[in-house]
């Protein structure tokens, strides 16, 4: 094994306004082709007469951005697209999840962060070890997040790993699907405590429909 690339994502703001904020980390190994997967996604999109626009989970539930515009009907279409795509993607993630409730400050928020990584790297260092570089791919959008990020792998990577922050959605396919994940974990925790949004029951319906059918997809690939 040569390279392995990790995509981070995150669903949260360091304003400290939200009542969660996850982080997740996408793992792939570069040995694994993804373009068999890529092709057949991009050709539903193009069967469906649909728009290939980088995958954006919130923007597309609320119909912002890219999405502005769109019909529900069409952004429930390319959400079951991507639905698709994800489940054939050979691919595992971690996500940490952190009450805000119980930092005082982003500062604090970041410290939890750093650790919980490096806990996490350490717990797996002969999978990481196995491979000659460990590249970690981040568009740098939170401070608190990117500041984690460094200061966990430079203590238990070292020079084996490279940060790429410029990394954006549009680009890679993965990044996609960390966004996708970080959705699908926000809100099953939105679920579980009574606070799913009208949005969030129009594109999932139930707790028990979303339980069984797109939280037990994302989370097979739990690592």
């Known amino acids: 094994m040569d390279e392995l690339s990790i995509f981070v994502d995150e669903s949260g703001s360091d304003n400290m306004q939200m009542t969660y904020y996850l982080v997740t980390l996408v793992f792939h190994d570069q040995d694994t082709d993804l373009s068999e997967s890529i092709e057949h996604y991009e050709q539903a999109l193009r069967n469906k ?74 717990n ?21 997040v990117t500041e984690a990020l460094h ?10 790993a490279i940060v790429y922050r410029p990394a954006i959605a549009s680009e890679y396919r993965l990044s996609q699907a960390a966004d996708y994940i970080c959705t699908a974990e926000l809100t099953a925790l939105k679920y579980q405590h009574n606070r799913a949004t009208a949005t969030d029951e129009k594109f999932f319906g139930s707790w028990n429909r979303f339980k069984k059918g797109v939280l037990k997809e994302v989370q097979s690939k739990h690592a």
Not at 78 to 101: D, K, Q, W
Not at 151 to 160: C, F, M
């Open 124 to 144: 797996n260092l002969p999978m990481l070890q196995k491979y000659r570089v460990v590249k970690i791919y981040y568009d740098g959008g939170q401070s608190s």
């Open 49 to 122: 007469r649909l728009p290939d626009i980088p995958f954006h989970a919130s923007p597309l539930l609320n119909g912002h951005d890219s999405y502005r515009g769109m019909s529900m009907e069409t952004r429930k279409r390319l959400l079951s697209a991507f639905r698709v795509f994800f489940r054939h993607l050979p691919i595992t993630y971690v996500t940490f999840t952190f009450e805000v409730n119980n930092y005082d400050s982003v500062v604090q928020m970041s410290n939890s962060m750093r650790q919980e990584l490096v806990n996490y790297l350490f």
């Open 151 to 160: 200061k966990a792998i430079d203590y238990a990577l070292s020079k084996n």
